[in-house]
């Protein structure tokens, strides 16, 4: 069982050890970039764990999945009744026809929750549009395996890290090529100047650039389009690693930036696409897990979508089916609300999400009523996994239970490999809003 691995990593942790294995941490998450704004992103002593046959199920089961948010945004491209369900804005509606042809996604993320014992595994967002975490998950896996805890650990344990840099890469290039590109890019990673998540794409630059491959950290605000060409300043952009959201970006810049103008001449290849913001909705969730739409998929399909995506639904006046029950949507979930979590739409971040189960009678309505008018979804609340994990507070080992997610990492659409495993005192685990911690996920077996 991973309980035993766990105890064996924490056995080996006295107070000396624990106290160099931090000191040693910080003094290498400065090193090599690790901060998440002025905080490092890793702040507790343990990487997660799986082992290996529960990885490969976790992997093989979500790769089915993935047919089916492919089918998805196949359908709801080409079909604008469809699309309606995921409740787009009007300036979307225009842009994700842009490029139509091309693998919407390079990179992307489920975001689940996993329980190895009983392989309970539920999806409860897909990050189509911008996912971050890759490199810091290669650096963090570095970094852990360089500290006394983990070499001791491997004389039981054999470690495996996944990393997903390369394949960032790799994909990246596979979808120019499909795009027509043929010769050789140079790539832009556009977000704003002031993110905190700067120092990742930092990373992501040096290891591009250490490939072979050009690279810029480039503001939007700061490009050009002339000459048939997109530009930073002298730099030709032919590749567009997109991290800025597009709703920030029409917002801040409007639909007429260079970007934009850019990708409609096809004079640069973006990606993730502009399309890619169909399945960025939490609205696509509820679209898998509505009865209107079973039809779309086949049964393998199905079943993977049943085992796997709680149940979720557009807020809005209707009849569905909960399970085996024909309900009025809204009483019910204003009745029944320790059982569900209100989502907006469009937001990140853990912006707006209000948890049933934690909120009061009046607060709930006052939730539900702003769910009613504007686009949100209601998805039923999923069991959450918590591990115990070390860390060096107050000169002292502290040993607390967090909240922990699993969110693999997904290459061209198809294929999963790597994971953003991230930790929190609460339940609502977002890094972003400043209230957890991110750990590199390493595969383990027994040594014979």
């Known amino acids: 069982m991973i309980q035993d691995a766990i105890n064996f990593y924490h056995d080996g942790l006295t107070d000396d050890i624990a106290a160099e294995a931090d000191r040693q941490l910080r003094t290498l998450l400065k090193q090599r970039g690790l901060y998440f704004g002025d905080r490092p992103v890793c702040v507790v002593l343990r990487p997660h764990f799986y082992f290996e046959s529960d990885w490969a199920y976790l992997r093989r089961e979500m790769e089915t999945l993935l047919q089916a948010f492919m089918i998805t945004h196949k359908a709801c491209l080409a079909d604008a009744k469809l699309r309606e369900q995921l409740m787009l804005h009007e300036f979307e509606e225009e842009i994700i026809t842009i490029d139509p042809d091309i693998v919407p996604w390079t990179s992307s993320r489920l975001d ?186 086949n049964h393998e399909q199905l079943a993977s979508i049943r085992a796997h995506i709680p149940w979720t639904r557009v807020v809005r006046d209707r009849k569905t089916r909960y399970h085996d029950e024909q309900v009025d949507l809204v009483s019910f979930i204003a009745d029944h609300r320790e059982r569900f979590v209100l989502k907006p739409n469009d937001e990140y971040g853990g912006k707006g999400v209000v948890l049933g189960w934690e909120s009061s009678s009046d607060g709930w309505e006052a939730a539900l009523h702003q769910a009613l008018n504007t686009p949100h979804v209601v998805q039923e609340r999923v069991p959450t996994v918590r591990r115990s994990f070390p860390a060096w507070i107050d000169d002292a080992l502290d040993l607390e239970e967090r909240f922990v997610d699993a969110a693999p990492y997904v290459f061209y659409g198809e294929s999963v490999s790597g994971c953003l495993t991230r930790l929190s005192s609460m339940a609502l685990l977002n890094v972003t809003a400043g209230a957890g911690s991110v750990v590199p996920t390493l595969l383990i077996n027994h040594k014979a």
């Open 112 to 297: 689940t929750f996993f329980l190895p014992e009983s392989h309970t595994l539920n999806c409860v967002e897909y990050n189509a549009e911008t996912p971050a975490g890759i490199g810091y998950g290669d650096i963090l896996s570095e970094v852990f395996l360089q500290l006394e805890p983990m070499q001791r650990f491997q004389e039981r344990y054999t470690v495996t890290p996944m990393y997903g840099l390369d394949n960032l890469l790799n994909m990246i290039l596979r979808a120019y090529q499909a795009w027509g590109g043929t010769q050789h890019p140079q790539i832009g990673i556009l977000d704003w100047h002031e993110v905190p998540t700067l120092n990742e794409h930092e990373i992501c630059r040096d290891h591009f650039e250490k490939q072979g491959y050009p690279s810029i950290l480039a503001d939007p605000r700061q490009l050009d389009y002339r000459n048939g060409h997109l530009y930073s300043g002298d730099f030709r952009i032919d590749i567009v690693y997109k991290r800025v959201l597009v709703s920030e970006l029409i917002d801040v810049m409007g639909l007429d930036n260079p970007i934009v103008r850019a990708a409609r001449d096809h004079a640069v290849m973006v990606t993730n696409s502009f399309s890619a913001k169909l399945l960025a909705k939490k609205a696509s969730l509820a679209f898998l897990s509505d009865e209107r739409n079973e039809h779309l998929f």
